[in-house]
């Protein structure tokens, strides 16, 4: 086996993870649940699964199943404990802990304003530019708005790293400062341009000398290691009959945007010796008051281990870089959303603190659970997003399974499949909204569809989407209008009707999937408004009549908006470039006469 040494291998150079033993028996029954295992990730159509667990300081069982990849001549390879794959937001503790050092270094504090080391940050228009430090970003409690525009098709990526501190300027805050969680990919982005910036090293080579390297974590990268080293799992996409459908895998990477949210690629032996570091040095610093422990390269871990922020579920606080909770509790989001009636992890076991992540991407799908009062940890990774989240699953049943914990068996066979049923119908689920909101009102916009054609950019100039009018491949004669993100083909979308001057870009799931986009969106992120600029009504996919009179009069259309992200009810507008000026001034005088008539 190449690569880092495995568990059962054991290796004493890790500074600060314990060696385990293999050979002591454990009174678990979990290493005769694998084909149980399997079963489920063939109903939640994953290709690919690896899954470990330590308890007590050893290691209670590692389990790899399905392939990593399909290869001409030798068919499908199996994946194992050192197989890499893309961790996706597992990534975000690394970040954390890549801050402890900088304070422990005293390069920064916790309490540090971002603004004095980033100055452009109190451009921000949330007027919170010079009051934002690392707990802030970190524990996701700075109230801004998500931005879930940097991913693109064929799990490209939009937005450069450049555009990294422009973007974070202009979210506008949704939640009242550090009195709520939002959570938030860039704001990880703009803690690792901080550790940029104070370091003079890349986001990848600063992690890599001071956290994979002392912790002899080889098998650990912030670049896809694919023809560099051998064992690294390809990417699927999930159909919603259970096929896997290869695409391509996820581009984050040192020196690109969202590197420090989700770009590290890693393996299961790697991960669990990173978490029994964790658990080792925090409990040596609880216990001494201290913030470093000798031959560990993790530092302050009292604070990146401690809750900062209280979450909407009793019991649960956002720490840095992952959830805190106590168990019984719900760790998994996209399951609740899929199936709300999902039991709570730890159900029936006694109360248990507990730190959980997961992480997702067009291509992978991971998670991971702590439980340092045992020193017990549970990873799961796999090669695809899969109808249902399947290692949220998986890592509930091992909670179940590691502390015997008394309640009734659940039937996880049923859960997975309920839950799988739902992913695979989530995206016709909002297509039925998106049709019973709309009803039957007008069936063609009231203008030419020459009208909306054009190039629309956003405020900061980073991102266009290009509007034309091509013909309709599935109606001879016709024509149909088609955007394009930044302008790319591969980017290309057929906009379609839906009211007043609103159209709609939704496809299939498989579509979608196929084009290893990200599957779990609001309708309202599907909707394309074009307007005169002029209007005054913020609920633009409601009120088809508001323009009417506009119409008429032929009052150019000068303006985009896009509501991307959800809890921005406005949405995000794109300016149509090449709009005379005399013109919009016209149409406002023309729109202030009409919303007299």
């Known amino acids: 086996m190449s690569g880092s040494q495995s568990w059962e291998q054991g290796d004493s150079s890790i500074q600060g993870a314990p060696d385990l033993d293999t050979d002591d028996p454990h009174p678990n029954d979990i290493p005769q649940i694998a084909p149980f295992l399997d079963q489920l990730r063939k109903i939640a159509g994953v290709p690919g699964l ?19 990849y399909i290869d001409g001549q030798d068919g499908k390879i199996p994946p194992n404990a050192e197989t890499i794959f893309c961790i996706a937001s597992l990534t975000k503790v ?18 540090t304003p971002l603004y004095e080391i980033i100055p ?16 802030d970003l970190l524990s996701h409690r700075s109230g801004l708005a998500p931005d879930c525009i940097w991913s693109g098709s064929d799990n490209e990526l939009l937005l450069s790293k450049a555009d990294c501190v422009k973007m974070f300027n202009t979210l506008k805050t949704v939640r009242p400062f550090r009195q709520g969680v939002k959570y938030s990919d860039l704001a990880f982005c703009v803690v690792g341009e901080a550790i940029e910036r104070l370091t003079g090293m890349s986001y990848g080579a600063f992690v890599k000398k001071r956290i994979f390297d002392p912790l002899g974590m080889r098998r650990t990268f912030t670049e896809d290691p694919s023809g560099q080293v051998d064992n690294v799992s390809r990417s699927y996409a999930s159909l919603s009959d259970g096929t896997p459908y290869q695409i391509s895998p996820p581009r984050l990477g040192d020196r690109t945007l969202m590197a420090p949210a989700a770009g590290i690629r890693s393996c299961v032996n790697d991960l669990l010796h990173f978490y029994a570091a ?64 999902a039991p709570d992890h730890g159900i029936g076991g006694a109360p248990r603190l507990a730190y959980a992540h997961e992480g997702m991407l067009p291509g992978c799908s991971s998670a991971a659970y702590l439980f340092p009062e045992t020193s017990s940890a549970i990873v799961v990774l796999q090669n695809s997003i899969g ?35 739902a992913g695979a119908g989530y995206q016709t689920k909002i297509q039925h909204e998106l049709d019973r909101q709309r009803g039957q009102i007008q069936e063609a916009p009231h203008r030419p569809l020459s009208d909306y054609a054009g ?10 989407v290009n509007v034309s009018v091509q013909p309709n491949p599935y109606t001879q004669g016709s024509e149909q209008l088609y955007f394009r993100f930044q302008g790319l083909a591969k980017e290309q979308f057929a906009l379609r009707f839906y009211m007043g001057h609103t159209f709609r870009w939704d496809m299939s799931r498989d579509e979608f999937a196929v084009r ?31 323009d009417l009179h506009a119409y008429n009069m032929h009052i150019p259309i000068t303006q985009l908006r896009w509501r ?34």
């Open 50 to 68: 690896c899954v470990g667990v330590i308890h007590s300081g050893q290691l209670l069982y590692q389990g790899s199943f399905g392939f990593q």
């Open 387 to 421: 109808l249902c989240d399947l290692p949220d699953w998986i890592g509930h049943m091992m909670i179940s399974r590691v502390f015997s914990t008394p309640f009734p068996p659940l039937d996880y066979v049923s859960l997975v499949k309920q839950s799988s049923q």
């Open 516 to 546: 290893a986009r990200h599957i779990y969106r609001s309708g309202y992120y599907y909707m394309m408004c074009f307007e005169t600029g002029t209007e005054r009504d913020s609920d633009y996919l409601r009120d088809e009549l508001r």
């Open 120 to 135: 452009e940050l109190a451009e921000s228009i949330s007027g919170l530019g010079k009051d934002l430090n690392v707990v």
């Open 455 to 464: 190039s629309y950019i956003n405020a900061i100039g980073n991102l266009s």
């Open 278 to 341: 964790i658990m080792v040095a925090a409990s040596e610093q609880a216990t001494n008051q201290t913030t470093s422990t000798p031959g560990s390269p993790l530092k302050q871990l009292s604070t990146i281990m401690a809750g900062h922020v209280h979450m909407p579920c009793s019991g649960q606080q956002f720490a840095l870089g992952w959830i805190r909770a106590e168990l019984p509790n719900s760790l998994g989001a996209i399951n609740r959303i899929l199936l709300p009636s």
């Open 564 to 597: 991307h992200d959800h809890d921005v009810e406005e949405g995000e507008v794109f300016t149509k470039q090449g709009i005379d000026r005399r013109m919009l001034e016209w149409s406002a005088i023309g729109q202030t006469e009409l919303l007299h008539f």
């Open 94 to 111: 690394f970040t954390a802990v890549a801050v402890g050092i900088l304070v422990e270094d005293g390069l920064l504090q916790w309490t």
